[in-house]
């Protein structure tokens, strides 16, 4: 029981220590040619998507780190950051399994009618965070025109 104890608590840490990559717009770096990356940013004529375009193509660097890291050392963490990535996707993937399980586990535990109620209840949160997102969207799409 016990060691079951520790890979449950090992697993939660590492996500908790990998939240900040998976909040972030981390993209991995296999997948996508370093040289594919820089001949889009060098075609486009906005520089943010040019910056945009190199960044997603070598990943991300932790908070504070553009500020005091060399070139060097920069293509070290990215180097870091792909052996790492195949593992937290590993790890996440582990936990959306166990939370899945937990969940079902705590659903058998209460009755059909108790069961029907929390259901009902999710789906009304559902709907009103769907309306709340669309309002969202139509606010911010109003703002540009309000600006002209």
Same mark, same amino acid.
């Given at each position: 029981? *016990? ?5 449950? @608590?090992?697993?939660?840490? @590492?996500?908790? %220590?990998?939240?900040?990559? $998976? +909040? +972030? ?9 370093? %040289? ?11 520089? =943010?998507?040019?910056?945009? =375009?190199?960044?997603? $193509?070598?990943?991300?660097?932790? /908070?504070?780190? +553009? ?11 990215? *180097? ?12 996440? /993937? ?9 969940? *079902? ?15 009902? @209840?999710?789906?009304?949160?559902? &709907? ?10 139509? /606010? $911010?799409?109003?703002?540009? =025109? $309000? /600006? &002209?």
């Amino acid at each position: 029981m *016990k060691s079951l104890e520790l890979r449950m @608590l090992a697993v939660c840490f @590492l996500v908790a %220590a990998c939240w900040g990559l $998976a +909040t +972030t717009d981390f993209q991995p770096l296999w997948g996508q040619e370093p %040289a594919d990356a820089a001949t889009q940013a060098e075609s486009s004529d906005d520089p =943010a998507d040019a910056r945009a =375009a190199r960044r997603n $193509a070598r990943g991300r660097l932790p /908070a504070y780190y +553009t500020r005091v890291v060399s070139g060097d050392q920069r293509e070290q963490i990215y *180097k870091i950051q792909q052996n790492y990535e195949p593992k937290i996707q590993e790890l996440l /993937a582990q936990v959306r399994q166990l939370r899945e399980k937990r969940d *079902k586990e705590i659903d058998g535990v209460l009755t059909p009618e108790q069961l029907e109620r929390v259901n009902q @209840l999710r789906a009304e949160a559902r &709907e009103r965070q769907q309306r709340r997102r669309q309002q969202q969207n139509a /606010a $911010a799409s109003d703002q540009p =025109a $309000a /600006a &002209e």
